[in-house]
């Protein structure tokens, strides 16, 4: 069995008298060797089924360290709500280890968190920001029976109220998502795949592992092409048109 030696009152008055002189030289100073990135999902309520969903691409696009750090990811419920999803940002920007975040799903939920984390953090939505955001990146109004931005049409779809929506076009080479994927990929998921390695590419680029370091070299999402899916069996996420 290991035992611990009680340490010898001389060699422990010795210790402690030279606290001072260590103390008085400055702090030693050890990185710590986590760092932490949050991740802003749906994981309860109705939209759960999609926020567990896109999980294991966020999982296969986390290396192993960046800059040599190890890395710890604080995954928050959103339940699909945008002053949930509001609540949570600040959650997360109330952690000093916490330097990048990536989420939430839904245009509403990302137009709910612009303005908390805007100019705090670098942040990596898998949205466009609110309606004029899906507008703008759709380049014209979406028509009432269109179906909406597709993690927003998801419910819709599912119980056959809309057979429509429109989501950004998957390239034809998935490269190492494409066993995540399957035979057919959610869209999500694929921006979730790909803003984590967005994230963490930013990081490795970053001069310092600091909030200030990696906005200084984050940029913005892209969200590809847009284009309409069609499902006319409820199922997601449907065929490209």
């Not at 702090?27 to 749906?42: E, F, S, W």
């Not at 100019?119 to 028509?143: F, M, S």
Request: charged share 15%; with cysteine.
């Amino acid at each position: 069995m290991n035992r611990i030696r009680p340490c010898p009152r001389p060699l422990l008055l010795m210790m402690l008298g030279l606290l001072p002189l260590i103390v008085g030289c400055g702090p030693l100073r050890h990185p710590d060797p986590v760092i932490k990135v949050g991740l802003l999902a749906p994981l309860d309520g109705a939209r759960r089924l999609q926020g567990n969903h896109l999980l294991p691409a966020v999982r296969a696009a986390t290396p192993a360290q960046v800059q040599g750090r190890r890395i710890e990811w604080v995954i928050l419920d959103t339940q699909g709500e945008p002053d949930i999803a509001a609540q949570r940002a600040q959650e997360l920007l109330a952690d000093p280890a916490v330097i990048g975040v990536v989420g939430p799903l839904l245009p509403s939920e990302v137009e709910a968190v612009a303005p908390v984390v805007a100019g705090k953090i670098a942040w990596w939505p898998l949205a466009p920001d609110g309606e004029a955001g899906v507008t703008a990146w759709l380049g014209e109004p979406l028509a009432a029976d269109a179906g909406g931005w597709g993690s927003s049409a998801w419910l819709a779809l599912r119980r056959g109220e809309i057979s429509a929506y429109y989501a950004p076009r998957l390239p034809a080479d998935l490269g190492d998502f494409a066993p995540l994927g399957g035979a057919q990929p959610w869209p999500q998921d694929w921006l979730a795949w790909q803003a984590t390695q967005n994230a963490f590419t930013s990081m490795e680029q970053a001069s310092a592992l600091t909030r200030s370091a990696v906005m200084g070299v984050a940029t913005p999402p892209r969200f590809g092409e847009a284009t309409r899916y069609l499902s006319t069996d409820g199922q997601f996420p449907g065929q490209p048109q």
